[in-house]
């Protein structure tokens, strides 16, 4: 049965992009020549390519963290996230995130099917200095690496067809109504004036809630977890994660600017301020200081400035890494307790400081470092409406996200069986599942 369904893809895409231009309209020739900032292209360029390292970056970060018979695997993950999720933006996934507002909730794909309508004679309307397609690809490496960060709650437990599967319902079903509703000029969220900068909600929050979802769907693990397979690799998808993260959060300027330098600055105070905390914190209860625990540090401290990054200071950049860096350390050890097995620690890294960002981005935003603040700055500055907005905004998406998200997995695993036997997850995901090993 899978070999039919996935030729009858194969087919279907291949029929429709031969016979394009029989059903979508071509786009009209602008009626005067569209003059595009080359600055501003040349550095979306750039960021777009910076954003895309970041899903490798993650393979290898989470790849050194399973055992070595599960390496392969995981990383693998996160490269078909590359593969699957690239060619589903361009069918459908960007018309369902940023096409024409249906209800402030989705977007309208049809005019925007197999990218019809996105090309380099026109803008995005909040983008006005680059092409709409530059905009597009840019953001399509955002939905990229959403499902990967998901993958290391469920390490070296799940069936890999089991994985796509989920992975492409839930870009269609949980990241594009998110993305829409946040991103969108006239998403519900957008318009109540809910900040997020980079991707905390859109991304790092739903990524965060669907690991919970999953962690707790598919239960423990069987086999005796082992040690980690190459601490070098996660050192690597470390450094790959925060050189690609300038791209992630300056690039979200959405130009060469000002606005750009700031959340680059922010963006690498608030990582090494946090890896420091974290380290810190291990040494303060009693722990070595671990070239583990100062990466897993860098990256909670880039997730939290990720909502906040093009809206606050250095210094209060400083303050929400250093914070989020405790909170999620303080997380990981009280999961570590309990039944809930989130293999590589998803929700209490990307989760909480998703959230812990997101909340803080209401504390601190101002209207000095991004006029787009306007008069409802942060809570530091005496004003109420912008932190109960994202409070509530909070609220709403992890609801959401999460019961979607498990609802997804329950779904799936009706369709196919999530879970490999006990015999495969003891040999090895590599081998039961891919046939290959290091």
Request: proline share 3%; glycine share 10%.
């Amino acid at each position: 049965m899978r070999k039919i369904i996935l030729s009858v893809i194969l087919i279907t895409i291949l029929v429709l992009t031969l016979c394009s231009n029989y059903f979508l309209a071509e786009s009209p020739a602008p009626t005067e020549a569209v003059k595009f900032d080359t600055g501003d292209t040349a550095w979306m360029i750039v960021a777009t390519a910076l954003v895309l390292i970041m899903t490798p970056g993650l393979g290898f970060f989470y790849g050194g963290m399973v055992g070595k018979k599960n390496v392969i695997s995981t990383m693998l993950q996160s490269f078909m996230a590359m593969i699957i999720v690239t060619v589903l933006w361009v069918v459908i996934a960007f018309g369902l995130s940023f096409g024409p507002t249906i209800g402030g909730i989705i977007g309208n794909p049809i005019p925007n099917l197999f990218f019809q309508g996105v090309n380099t004679n026109t803008s995005w309307g909040l983008a006005p200095t680059i092409p709409f397609m530059l905009f597009a690809l840019f953001q399509a490496k955002f939905a990229i690496i959403t499902p990967a960060l998901i993958t290391g709650a469920f390490a070296e437990r799940i069936r890999f067809w089991a994985y796509l599967l989920f992975m492409v319902l839930f870009i269609l079903l949980v990241y594009t109504p998110l993305a829409h509703m946040t991103w969108h000029p006239d998403g519900i969220l957008f318009k109540m004036g809910v900040l997020d900068f980079a991707g905390g909600t859109v991304v790092h929050m739903s990524a965060g809630w669907a690991a919970l979802a999953g962690a707790i769907f598919l239960g423990k693990r069987k086999a005796e977890k082992g040690n980690p397979a190459r601490i070098t690799y996660v050192m690597l998808g470390t450094g790959l994660l925060w050189f690609g993260w300038f791209g992630f959060n300056a690039g979200s300027a959405l130009g060469a600017n000002g606005l750009a330098v700031q959340a680059l600055g922010t963006t690498t105070i608030a990582a090494a301020a946090a890896g420091m905390a974290w380290v810190f914190l291990d040494k303060i209860l009693g722990h070595k200081l671990s070239a583990m625990g100062a990466c897993i540090g860098v990256v909670v401290g880039l997730v939290a400035i990720t909502p906040a990054a093009g809206f606050v200071s250095i210094p209060h950049a400083l303050f929400i890494g250093i914070f989020a860096s405790i909170v999620s350390n303080l997380v990981v050890r009280s999961f570590h307790k309990c039944k809930i097995d989130d293999a590589l620690d998803v929700f209490a890294c990307h989760g909480v400081g998703g959230i812990i960002g997101m909340l803080l981005t209401g504390v601190f935003a101002s209207k000095s470092i991004n006029a787009a603040v306007g008069d409802n700055q942060g809570l530091i500055f005496g004003e109420t409406t912008l932190f109960l907005n994202q409070l509530f905004a909070m609220v709403v998406v992890s609801i959401f996200a999460f019961s979607m998200s498990y609802f997804l997995f329950y779904i799936v695993n009706k369709i196919t069986p999530l879970r490999v036997s006990e015999e495969k997850e003891e040999l090895g995901l590599d081998i039961s599942q891919h046939g290959e090993f290091l």
